[in-house]
């Protein structure tokens, strides 16, 4: 039905390497994992067929290794011929692991100067979402607000770049996207009234070429006449005339998630964060072009195409999960698509040449709006799930502003069943906002958003999903929020971890579990795998909870004696189940 | 940024509080046209040969004051401090500060100069921005919440 081969996607594999600039070893690039998403469309696809859903249940750890930090371990290692590379949250530790060596000992560790004060301007704990290989470098970002280009081989730093400035709080958790030669970065901060933006630095020498801001003046938002076409508005300047005098300089729309690329159009894709402050009413209008998709060109930035999700965000509904770039068959015809799991727990399946909506369904329970129009694109809204400082407490909204996934857990797709999988997480949550100031590195927010239990008594699901369709094929549920990312491969295998520290694989055609272990700590990584130097496939994740700890509580954390937190009521016994640490996992068969 | 001073006189007039420097933010830090507070003595650090290096010891003007409380209540939700220590102090990416535990010390001075003059590890400094009285009445609010019950152990299970 649907024309993308598994074959072909190995060879699109192949070609998004060569053209990042990676070398491509004999092993082939299906055998590494060389960027965050596994490939330019983040598929989190692989075509290893080692572990197949017939032998995946002794699948068991062969290795383990502490990091020696305890905050969440979002992201994902890196596969580099026989190099494993992981990055940790602050203070942002590389190192690089020997996988051809008994034990597989390191080759080296590289510990940058990362400020502390960049700990205090992290909204959601201290993570990193992992590193990029191209040019021989590996290249990644540091908490305090710069971007680093690592030798390799050998570990020696090539160059470091500020991007971002702490005092206005701007921290970077995101993993760059490398084009040819540019380095394209962002900064997290929707939480202290950030001027959004996505950089693009030279790949060679870390200076930065262009930037391109979320909202303000299309001079700043490089957003072309005739060269910028929205599919759903027009006119000049629609990142200042949807907002009030101002407002958008200090109107987040921060870039934490993940990056896409398709090398035809020749356009990358992310998602923005949400509108600050979280009191909406402090903003009236549409808030161009926060909680959106936007399209860019990598070389200089310019803005082809922006799509806005969340129209004047009033629950926290951050765009910044996966765009995933997935050719398939809709109504019968053959569509470049993009695919994406919304914060606002919709899932959006867009047009990715001009960013036409083509399927919007919800894939958890929806209430604060009844469903998405196809012809204009919005939300049709209830009412009364509006919220607002004058408005009080508006009760029973769903998803909870944690999202029906978390962007920090990204989806995974497979060109063999044609099906997406992802976390999702069943909260719902009361929304009290009250008039916010801006005080320069202070968090702009406004809110208490206490959260409770959606439909069903479950916290968190694991599910498969037809984006051409917009329907739901099978379901795993979790008796806690999931907060993992998703990965598939050609054995037809899924595999995520639980929050509460289980690391599974799955049917990827059924659901039914194979193998679980558990992992130390509760999952917030995303797995991935590679072939070794010994020809066998091994499959990587990290353990570690942590990543936000308005969700967490914080019950679960034991390191600070000054530091006691009775647990949210809505998840009680998640710290019977674990606690943190920061431990990488390798199982084999 | 230009928003900066009007936005900042609004919490000071909403809650009508006697807060030094409010009105001056504009124009200078506060802190510094008032003169800055005294180096303070941590007595509860180890002190080389038992000797405790001088320093001043302060005392919060209005500790035990309700209506001042209030005021804090008020003040801890409008310079943000709620967006990284939760709504009522009970911890979010910012430690729990209303568990009786205290990482830099929990004297009058030690919590003093925590909010004055921030702490590493991300605690920004709130002097230049509220002044003394504004901390005090933050420490005032902070000493108000009750503790909760059997702090130390979590038992699990139903």
Same mark, same amino acid.
């Given at each position: 039905?649907?024309?993308?081969?598994?074959?072909?996607?190995?060879?699109?594999?192949?070609?998004?390497?060569?053209?990042?600039?990676?070398?491509?070893?004999?092993?082939?690039?299906?055998?590494?994992?060389?960027?965050?998403?596994?490939?330019?469309?983040?598929?989190?696809?692989?075509?290893?067929?080692?572990?197949?859903?017939?032998?995946?249940?002794?699948?068991?750890?062969?290795?383990?290794?502490?990091?020696?930090?305890?905050?969440?371990?979002?992201?994902?290692?890196?596969?580099?011929?026989?190099?494993?590379?992981?990055?940790?949250?602050?203070?942002?530790?590389?190192?690089?692991?020997?996988?051809?060596?008994?034990?597989?000992?390191?080759?080296?560790?590289?510990?940058?100067?990362?400020?502390?004060?960049?700990?205090?301007?992290?909204?959601?704990?201290?993570?990193?979402?992992?590193?990029?290989?191209?040019?021989?470098?590996?290249?990644?970002?540091?908490?305090?607000?710069?971007?680093?280009?690592?030798?390799?081989?050998?570990?020696?730093?090539?160059?470091?770049?500020?991007?971002?400035?702490?005092?206005?709080?701007?921290?970077?958790?995101?993993?760059?996207?490398?084009?040819?030669?540019?380095?394209?970065?962002? %900064?997290?901060?929707?939480?202290?009234?950030?001027?959004?933006?996505?950089?693009?630095?030279?790949?060679?020498?870390?200076?930065?070429?262009?930037?391109?801001?979320?909202?303000?003046?299309?001079?700043?938002?490089?957003?072309?006449?005739?060269? $910028?076409?929205?599919?759903?508005?027009?006119?000049?300047?629609?990142?200042?005339?949807?907002?009030?005098?101002?407002?958008?300089?200090?109107?987040?729309?921060?870039?934490?998630?993940?990056?896409?690329?398709?090398?035809?159009?020749?356009?990358?894709?992310?998602?923005?964060?949400?509108?600050?402050?979280?009191?909406?009413?402090?903003?009236?209008?549409?808030?161009?072009?926060?909680?959106?998709?936007?399209?860019?060109?990598?070389?200089?930035?310019?803005?082809?195409?922006?799509?806005?999700?969340?129209?004047?965000?009033?629950?926290?509904?951050?765009?910044?999960?996966?765009?995933?770039?997935?050719?398939?068959?809709?109504?019968?015809?053959?569509?470049? %698509?993009?695919?994406?799991?919304?914060?606002?727990?919709?899932?959006?399946?867009?047009?990715?040449?001009?960013?036409?909506?083509?399927?919007?369904?919800?894939?958890?329970?929806?209430?604060?709006?009844?469903?998405?129009?196809?012809?204009?694109?919005?939300?049709?809204?209830?009412?009364?799930?509006?919220?607002? %400082?004058?408005?009080?407490?508006?009760?029973?909204?769903?998803?909870?502003?944690?999202?029906?996934?978390?962007?920090?857990?990204?989806?995974?797709?497979?060109?063999?069943?044609?099906? $997406?999988?992802?976390?999702?997480?069943?909260?719902?949550?009361?929304?009290?906002?009250?008039?916010?100031?801006?005080?320069?590195?202070?968090?702009?927010?406004?809110?208490?958003?206490?959260?409770?239990?959606?439909?069903?008594?479950?916290?968190?699901?694991?599910?498969?999903?037809?984006?051409?369709?917009?329907?739901?094929?099978?379901?795993?549920?979790?008796?806690?929020?999931?907060?993992?990312?998703?990965?598939?491969?050609?054995?037809?295998?899924?595999?995520?971890?639980?929050?509460?520290?289980?690391?599974?694989?799955?049917?990827?055609?059924?659901?039914?579990?194979?193998?679980?272990?558990?992992?130390?700590?509760?999952?917030?990584?995303?797995?991935?795998?590679?072939?070794?130097?010994?020809?066998?496939?091994?499959?990587?994740?990290?353990?570690?909870?942590?990543?936000?700890?308005?969700?967490?509580?914080?019950?679960?954390?034991?390191?600070?004696?000054?530091?006691?937190?009775?647990? %949210?009521?809505?998840?009680?016994?998640?710290?019977?189940?674990?606690?943190?640490?920061?431990?990488?996992?390798?199982?084999?068969? | 940024?230009?928003?900066?001073?009007?936005?900042?006189?609004?919490?000071?007039?909403?809650?009508?509080?006697?807060?030094?420097?409010?009105?001056?933010?504009?124009?200078?830090?506060?802190?510094?046209?008032?003169?800055?507070?005294?180096?303070?003595?941590?007595?509860?650090?180890?002190?080389?040969?038992?000797?405790?290096?001088?320093?001043?010891?302060?005392?919060?003007?209005?500790?035990?004051?309700?209506?001042?409380?209030?005021?804090?209540?008020?003040?801890?939700?409008?310079?943000?401090?709620?967006?990284?220590?939760?709504?009522?102090?009970?911890?979010?990416?910012?430690?729990?500060?209303?568990?009786?535990?205290?990482?830099?010390?929990?004297?009058?001075?030690?919590?003093?100069?925590?909010?004055?003059?921030?702490?590493?590890?991300?605690?920004?400094?709130?002097?230049?921005?509220?002044?003394?009285?504004?901390?005090?009445?933050?420490?005032?609010?902070?000493?108000?919440?009750?503790?909760?019950?059997?702090?130390?152990?979590?038992?699990?299970?139903?």
């Amino acid at each position: 039905m649907r024309p993308v081969s598994a074959a072909s996607l190995a060879m699109i594999l192949t070609l998004a390497a060569l053209r990042a600039g990676a070398a491509a070893p004999a092993a082939g690039a299906e055998g590494q994992w060389l960027m965050p998403g596994g490939d330019y469309a983040t598929t989190r696809f692989s075509a290893l067929t080692q572990i197949n859903s017939t032998n995946a249940r002794t699948l068991h750890p062969v290795w383990t290794f502490s990091t020696g930090v305890l905050a969440g371990h979002e992201g994902q290692p890196l596969v580099v011929g026989d190099t494993m590379y992981v990055i940790t949250p602050w203070p942002n530790v590389l190192y690089a692991f020997d996988l051809s060596k008994e034990g597989y000992p390191l080759r080296w560790k590289y510990r940058p100067d990362v400020s502390p004060n960049a700990i205090g301007v992290s909204c959601c704990d201290t993570v990193n979402r992992g590193a990029f290989y191209a040019d021989g470098k590996i290249i990644y970002n540091l908490l305090d607000g710069h971007t680093v280009a690592i030798d390799a081989r050998t570990g020696k730093e090539l160059w470091k770049t500020q991007i971002a400035d702490v005092a206005s709080g701007e921290t970077v958790t995101m993993a760059p996207l490398v084009v040819k030669d540019r380095v394209i970065v962002g %900064a997290a901060g929707g939480e202290f009234g950030i001027y959004g933006w996505t950089k693009g630095l030279d790949l060679k020498t870390g200076a930065v070429v262009w930037t391109g801001h979320n909202m303000g003046p299309d001079t700043e938002m490089l957003a072309k006449p005739g060269d $910028f076409r929205p599919p759903y508005d027009t006119g000049a300047d629609l990142g200042v005339h949807t907002w009030p005098a101002d407002a958008w300089r200090t109107g987040g729309a921060p870039v934490w998630g993940w990056l896409s690329y398709d090398p035809d159009l020749d356009l990358f894709f992310y998602g923005s964060g949400n509108a600050g402050p979280y009191n909406a009413e402090q903003r009236p209008g549409d808030n161009k072009w926060t909680s959106s998709v936007l399209a860019r060109r990598p070389e200089d930035g310019s803005l082809v195409w922006a799509y806005q999700f969340t129209p004047h965000d009033s629950w926290d509904y951050d765009s910044t999960g996966a765009m995933v770039l997935a050719d398939l068959t809709i109504g019968g015809k053959p569509v470049k %698509a993009l695919v994406h799991f919304d914060k606002n727990g919709f899932a959006y399946t867009l047009d990715r040449a001009t960013g036409k909506l083509l399927v919007a369904e919800p894939f958890v329970k929806v209430n604060w709006a009844s469903r998405i129009d196809l012809q204009s694109g919005r939300p049709v809204l209830d009412p009364s799930k509006q919220t607002g %400082a004058s408005k009080g407490t508006v009760k029973d909204i769903c998803p909870c502003l944690e999202g029906g996934v978390s962007p920090a857990s990204p989806p995974a797709y497979s060109p063999r069943t044609h099906l $997406f999988y992802s976390s999702t997480n069943n909260l719902c949550m009361d929304y009290t906002s009250t008039r916010a100031t801006y005080l320069k590195g202070t968090p702009f927010m406004g809110i208490n958003s206490p959260y409770s239990v959606g439909p069903g008594g479950y916290l968190g699901t694991f599910m498969a999903w037809d984006a051409a369709t917009g329907r739901k094929v099978w379901e795993n549920k979790e008796e806690f929020p999931n907060w993992s990312g998703a990965l598939v491969t050609a054995g037809d295998v899924a595999f995520y971890g639980t929050l509460d520290g289980w690391f599974k694989s799955v049917d990827a055609r059924t659901g039914k579990v194979l193998s679980k272990f558990k992992v130390g700590s509760g999952v917030v990584g995303n797995p991935i795998t590679f072939r070794g130097p010994d020809g066998k496939q091994y499959v990587a994740v990290y353990a570690g909870i942590g990543g936000d700890w308005l969700l967490l509580a914080g019950d679960v954390r034991s390191d600070d004696p000054a530091d006691v937190r009775a647990p %949210a009521d809505y998840v009680k016994d998640i710290g019977a189940h674990t606690s943190q640490g920061g431990l990488i996992w390798i199982f084999a068969l | 940024m230009s928003p900066l001073p009007s936005q900042l006189r609004l919490p000071c007039l909403l809650l009508g509080l006697a807060v030094a420097g409010c009105s001056q933010h504009a124009a200078a830090p506060a802190a510094a046209s008032a003169g800055a507070p005294p180096s303070v003595s941590y007595p509860s650090h180890v002190n080389a040969d038992g000797r405790v290096p001088p320093g001043a010891t302060l005392h919060n003007p209005h500790a035990g004051d309700k209506a001042v409380a209030a005021n804090g209540a008020q003040l801890f939700m409008a310079m943000n401090c709620d967006g990284c220590h939760g709504p009522g102090a009970a911890g979010a990416v910012g430690p729990n500060l209303g568990d009786g535990r205290w990482r830099y010390g929990g004297s009058d001075s030690e919590v003093f100069m925590s909010i004055y003059y921030g702490r590493p590890k991300g605690m920004p400094a709130f002097g230049g921005a509220i002044g003394e009285d504004g901390v005090w009445t933050l420490a005032t609010y902070l000493r108000s919440l009750p503790l909760p019950d059997n702090l130390p152990t979590q038992s699990f299970g139903k």
